[in-house]
């Protein structure tokens, strides 16, 4: 899934001028942490059921040292496609996506039925991480 959302958020980034996002799996873990968070407990936000942020989350990936990061968030979209026009429409979340100091991506996904709402889906992104953040 995180292929399927990263090469259309990089086709958007290409018409853009922007270089293509990298994946780092550093980054996957901490979004889908953050996308298992949200479809437990059926919210759709940038902190977390336990207060953390962005920034915490990152680092308890072990991304330490970045000079940005952002994160885009979403619920309800049944497809990757789907997810990505979404974020395309909306303005906070496109500029994330059409950011070009941003270099690298990863994605959460968790498919979540009945009244748990979703598929629930994150995009976090960063830039010059000094430590390694594979």
């Known amino acids: ?3 399927a959302v990263v090469e259309p958020t990089n086709a958007g980034r290409k018409t853009a001028g922007c270089s293509a996002l990298q994946i780092r799996p550093a980054r996957h873990v901490a979004a889908q942490r953050h996308t ?3 479809a437990q407990d059926h919210y759709v936000g940038h902190t977390g059921s336990n207060g953390s942020t962005m920034v915490d989350r990152a680092e308890a990936a072990g991304c330490i040292g970045w000079s940005s990061l952002a994160e885009n968030v979403a619920a309800g979209q049944a497809t990757a496609a789907g ?5 395309m429409k909306s303005p906070g979340y496109r500029a994330n996506i059409l ?3 941003l270099k690298h991506i990863g994605v959460g996904y968790v498919k ?5 709402g979703g598929p ?3 995009q976090d992104f960063g830039a010059k ?3 390694p953040c594979l």
């Open 36 to 38: 298992a968070d949200m």
């Open 129 to 131: 991480f000094l430590s």
């Open 112 to 116: 979540a039925s009945g009244s748990a």
């Open 120 to 122: 629930y889906w994150t």
């Open 99 to 101: 950011n070009c100091s």
């Open 1 to 3: 899934m995180q292929k």
């Open 83 to 87: 997810v990505v026009k979404a974020w």
